[in-house]
């Protein structure tokens, strides 16, 4: 019914960047918003980044003036911009994208399955 796919993970060198694209797809009438995810081995999934339709965006200390999150409602897609990448920044990263099936109905989430992004030297 509806689709949540992530791609743009892979092994980056500490310091370097990366750019996760999330493209939800389907019987959508329209977007609420999109967040991001990750989890890391032995830990439990955190919030790294959310937006809204209208533009107010939410990050953790952790990533806040690394990452930047913003989305083309349009065309249902997300991004996610990660600069100054950490080791610690490893992990699986989730996209989250809040939709309308029908207007003027509540918005439900679905998840992507995720992408890996690893941090090492």
């Known amino acids: 019914q509806v689709q949540v796919v992530e791609s743009g993970g892979g092994l980056v060198q500490p310091g370097g960047s990366l750019r996760l694209s999330c493209a939800a797809s389907?019987?959508?009438?329209?977007?609420?918003?999109i967040s991001w995810h990750r989890q890391a081995p032995g830990k439990s999934r955190e919030l790294v980044a959310a937006?809204?339709?209208?533009?107010?965006?939410r990050y953790p200390t952790s990533v806040k003036g690394r990452f930047t999150i913003s989305l083309d409602s349009a065309k249902k897609m997300g991004y996610l911009q990660m600069a100054s990448l950490r080791p610690e920044d490893t992990g699986v990263y989730y996209c989250s994208a809040s939709v309308r099936l029908r207007a003027f109905t509540p918005a439900d989430d679905y998840w992507g399955q995720g992408t890996q992004v690893t941090v090492s030297s």
């Open positions: 937006i809204t339709t209208g533009g107010a965006t």
């Open positions: 389907g019987r959508i009438s329209s977007i609420a918003g």
